[in-house]
């Protein structure tokens, strides 16, 4: 496998982007320290008591990874991280492979034509009001996303497995890594997580994997992090619906 060198037009974007994320990083470790000082629960989390809706999801795994792969027969029309997040070309255009992430609902804003693919999602989702994002991220054949951090803890991030590509030893080949403990997830199981915990991808294999990422509203905060939770979305949904990004596939 050979990497290819980030097109001219990526390099430009990440260099136009620089001051901007370094605004956004500034704001992201403001926010995590508020909520740093007030919470004190490990990266990886308990799914029965932080997100129980999550075994539907689990359950249902074979369904939704159906619909992805239904998803993914269109690969090159599905938008690459950055395209949508321009904040996130660090992590995403840093090694000319492609991440790419079919998003289906961002913070309660949702994108109906990209729902309407996959019912079975859009209906779980729809009985489950915590969560507040529904991507599948595609992560192409050698893909490396660096070691970052998520910007604030009021959410936390939800990861179930639905194509793994295996090794030669026939190990899951993408190793998930959350504050230092690397994590090899089979299909079908669920993670959840602090992302505001440094966390990294790798992987190593010649196939793409495939997973659904959730953004799930976080239980049992302080009142004053439950209000800033709720301001901080709200913020976010307008940025989303003011820049008309643009999702569709």
Same mark, same amino acid.
């Given at each position: 496998?050979?990497? *290819?060198? #980030?097109?001219?037009?990526?390099?430009?974007?990440? &260099?136009? %982007?620089?001051?901007?994320?370094?605004?956004?990083?500034?704001?992201?470790?403001?926010?995590?320290? +508020?909520?740093?000082? &007030?919470? $004190?629960?490990?990266?990886?989390?308990?799914?029965?008591?932080? +997100?129980?809706?999550?075994? !539907?999801?689990?359950?249902?795994?074979?369904?939704?990874?159906?619909?992805?792969? $239904?998803?993914?027969?269109?690969?090159?029309?599905? #938008?690459? +991280?950055?395209?949508?997040?321009?904040?996130?070309?660090?992590?995403?255009?840093? /090694?000319? &492979?492609?991440?790419?992430?079919?998003?289906?609902?961002?913070?309660?804003? *949702?994108?109906?034509? %990209?729902?309407?693919?996959? #019912?079975?999602?859009?209906?779980?989702?729809?009985?489950?009001?915590?969560?507040?994002?529904?991507?599948?991220?595609?992560?192409?054949?050698?893909?490396?996303?660096? =070691?970052?951090?998520? =910007?604030?803890?009021?959410?936390?991030?939800?990861?179930?497995?639905?194509?793994?590509?295996?090794?030669?030893?026939?190990? #899951?080949?993408?190793?998930?890594?959350?504050?230092?403990? =690397?994590?090899?997830?089979?299909?079908?199981?669920?993670?959840?997580? /602090?992302?505001?915990?440094?966390?990294?991808?790798?992987?190593?294999?010649?196939?793409? !994997?495939?997973?659904?990422?959730?953004?799930?509203?976080?239980?049992?905060?302080?009142?004053?992090?439950?209000?800033?939770?709720?301001?901080?979305?709200?913020?976010?949904?307008?940025?989303?619906?003011? *820049?008309?990004?643009?999702?569709?596939?």
């Amino acid at each position: 496998m050979h990497s *290819r060198e #980030p097109s001219a037009a990526e390099t430009q974007s990440i &260099r136009a %982007n620089t001051a901007t994320n370094r605004l956004y990083e500034r704001g992201a470790r403001l926010i995590r320290g +508020f909520y740093d000082r &007030r919470l $004190h629960e490990p990266a990886v989390l308990d799914v029965a008591r932080y +997100f129980p809706d999550a075994q !539907r999801f689990a359950a249902n795994w074979q369904m939704l990874r159906a619909e992805a792969l $239904h998803v993914a027969a269109s690969v090159a029309r599905i #938008p690459r +991280f950055h395209e949508v997040m321009r904040e996130q070309a660090d992590i995403s255009a840093n /090694d000319g &492979r492609d991440w790419r992430m079919y998003i289906m609902q961002a913070y309660g804003v *949702r994108f109906e034509t %990209n729902m309407a693919r996959c #019912p079975t999602l859009a209906a779980l989702v729809a009985q489950s009001p915590d969560v507040l994002s529904a991507s599948f991220s595609l992560l192409a054949p050698g893909k490396h996303i660096p =070691p970052h951090r998520g =910007p604030f803890r009021g959410i936390l991030r939800g990861y179930l497995v639905l194509s793994m590509p295996r090794d030669a030893q026939g190990r #899951p080949a993408a190793t998930l890594t959350v504050d230092g403990q =690397p994590y090899r997830l089979q299909e079908g199981e669920f993670l959840l997580w /602090d992302d505001t915990f440094e966390h990294e991808v790798n992987n190593v294999s010649d196939q793409t !994997r495939i997973v659904l990422l959730l953004d799930v509203r976080r239980a049992g905060m302080p009142i004053v992090l439950r209000l800033l939770t709720r301001g901080i979305i709200v913020l976010v949904r307008c940025g989303i619906r003011l *820049r008309g990004t643009k999702v569709a596939v």
